[in-house]
């Protein structure tokens, strides 16, 4: 069992295939030589977590992405209210991060998501990690609730989707790194049906994140905030290194920053 030496949290949002993002984030962090004391996971962002608290480099991340290319390992098992299980790709996550349970992992780890049972959000920071990332990556609409003992549970990001409130009391200072900011709109254009859902949830993500944000001194803080361009038209492979290069690229652009408030020479 790991001893809590808080000194710098680390939280990282959800959002999807966008949570690439966060291993270029972590390059950056790791050549700065900034390593957190405690990490907070929600939904793609828990999954990032938990492969850098086992111990696996950025590199050897994005490694594994390009290497299994997880929309080639789509075997969905499909329910009424979504997907049950990613057999194939949850298989291959386990695999790589050789860890089942918490207490093994070399950083402590938080990852959140949201009991509908209960109607309130819940923290796994022990037992099994496999269970606690399907339950944080439980994406209304997409993904089946995860049944967890007697309550079901859907993704993290409907309650915190930025949960650097979930990392512990002792952490006095922390870098969040959002993969999927608030957009706009103009009215003029012709947004579909699933872009304007989109939009709604990020202005009431954001809006969340800014209120917890009031307890908390802005020099203690650094937010990350990715910038991807379109580029769905090239190839797969091309599009998920983008990713990861959009972390990178945005991350060294926070490097005076981030030594001015970590004090690193």
């Known amino acids: 069992m790991y001893q809590i030496m808080a000194k710098i949290g680390l939280?990282?949002?959800?959002?999807?295939?966008?949570?690439?993002?966060?291993?270029?984030?972590?390059?950056?962090l790791d050549r700065l030589g900034i390593k957190p004391s405690a990490i907070a996971g929600c939904s793609?962002?828990?999954?990032?977590?938990?492969?850098?608290?086992?111990?696996?480099?950025?590199?050897?991340?994005e490694e594994f992405v390009l290497s299994v290319r997880p929309y080639k390992l789509i075997d969905f098992s499909i329910?009424?209210?979504?997907?049950?299980?990613m057999g194939k790709f949850e298989n291959a996550l386990q695999d790589f991060l050789e860890i089942e349970d918490f207490n093994a992992l070399q950083i402590p780890l938080y990852i959140n998501a949201t009991n509908?049972?209960?109607?309130?959000?819940?923290?796994?920071?022990?037992g099994n990690i496999m269970q606690a990332i399907r339950a944080s990556t439980a994406y209304p609409g997409v993904f089946a609730p995860v049944k967890i003992?007697?309550?079901?549970?859907?993704?993290?990001?409907?309650?915190?989707?930025q949960p650097f409130s979930i990392l512990p009391k002792g952490i006095k200072k922390f870098i969040v790194v959002n993969v999927t900011p608030m957009r706009t709109i103009h009215v003029y254009e012709r947004a579909s049906i699933p872009t304007m859902l989109d939009v709604s949830v990020r202005m009431m993500q954001e809006e969340i994140a800014k209120l917890r944000l009031k307890d908390y001194k802005e020099k203690n803080y650094t937010i990350i905030k990715p910038h991807f361009t379109n580029k769905r038209t090239i190839s797969p492979d091309k599009y998920l290194r983008h990713l990861v290069n959009a972390g990178e690229f945005t991350a060294q652009r926070h490097v005076p920053e981030l030594k001015r408030k970590f004090k690193i020479k």
Do not use: W
Request: hydrophobic share 35%; glycine share 20%; no cysteine.
């Open 11 to 28: 939280a990282l949002s959800g959002g999807g295939v966008r949570g690439l993002a966060h291993i270029g984030v972590l390059k950056v």
């Open 44 to 61: 793609m962002g828990s999954v990032i977590g938990a492969a850098y608290a086992a111990g696996k480099t950025p590199e050897e991340m």
């Open 79 to 85: 329910s009424r209210l979504g997907i049950k299980k």
């Open 116 to 126: 509908i049972t209960q109607g309130k959000e819940r923290v796994f920071s022990s």
């Open 149 to 161: 003992g007697d309550d079901y549970y859907i993704d993290g990001g409907v309650t915190n989707h």
